[in-house]
T-cell receptor
Framework: ETGVTQSPTHLIKTRGQQVTLRCSSQ?????VSWYQQALGQGPQFIFQ???????GRGNFPPRFSGLQFPNYSSELNVNALELDDSALYLC??????????FGPGTRLLVL | DQQVKQNSPSLSVQEGRISILNCDYT??????FLWYKKYPAEGPTFLIS?????DKNEDGRFTVFLNKSAKHLSLHIVPSQPGDSAVYFC???????????????FGKGTLLTVNP
């Protein structure tokens, strides 16, 4: 059984650029959730995708967008990057509304 | 406005003793609670969960207690082992919003250090 994987592991961007982060869900899972973890904070819910549709969103602006593909992998896109977007981005997969299993995260630094 | 609070940033215990990690919440709509453990450079790992219809759930060395009237939960680890040293996150969700594991709200975490 393959766990949740994320790519890249680290990324450096400059303010105003756009970034795409990728997540492969655990085998058998059909739901992907994205979280942002700033330094010294707990993870904050960005949005969730269920069967390729957005299934809820946290308090993040529209420049945070996502996709889920037929194989249930997912992308998180962030446009017009700001310095405060520097964080660890975590992807979690689950079967429907079951337990969420997290990937190792992508650490994004915006300069 | 933090809806899930872990007021102890860190906790240090001796190997073999009990570790007690605490968590408070303010949103009365939360009815499902989870604990995750996180090592550096890894994602959070699910430990144990509890539904609001229960007040205790056990899994091996880990026990979670829920006090709904006080809006408080705690994680007990007995006996503590050096490999338990990690950051522990408390998380909560409203099952009515789409399921028991929809939109988890996390605390800031407690760093547990178990000394040999």
């Amino acid at each position: 059984e393959t766990g949740v994987t994320q790519s890249p592991t680290h990324l450096i961007k400059t303010r105003g650029q756009q970034v795409t982060l990728r997540c492969s869900s655990q085998s058998g899972h059909n739901t992907v959730s994205w979280y942002q973890q700033a330094l010294g904070q707990g993870p904050q819910f960005i949005f969730q995708y269920y069967r390729e549709e957005e299934n809820g969103r946290g308090n993040f602006p529209p420049r945070f967008s996502g996709l889920q593909f037929p194989n249930y992998s997912s992308e998180l896109n962030v446009n017009a990057l700001e310095l405060d977007d520097s964080a660890l981005y975590l992807c979690a997969s689950s079967l429907n509304t079951g337990t969420q299993y997290f990937g190792p995260g992508t650490r994004l630094l915006v300069l | 406005d933090q809806q899930v609070k872990q007021n102890s940033p860190s906790l240090s215990v001796q190997e073999g003793r009990i570790s007690i990690l605490n968590c408070d919440y303010t949103n009365s709509m939360f009815d499902y609670f989870l604990w995750y453990k996180k090592y550096p450079a890894e994602g959070p790992t699910f430990l144990i969960s509890i539904s609001s219809i229960k007040d205790k759930n056990e899994d091996g060395r880990f026990t979670v207690f829920l006090n709904k009237s006080a809006k408080h939960l705690s994680l007990h680890i007995v006996p503590s082992q050096p490999g338990d040293s990690a950051v522990y996150f408390c998380a909560a969700s409203e099952s009515g919003s789409g399921g028991s594991n929809y939109k988890l709200t996390f605390g800031k975490g407690t760093l547990l250090t178990v000394n040999p």
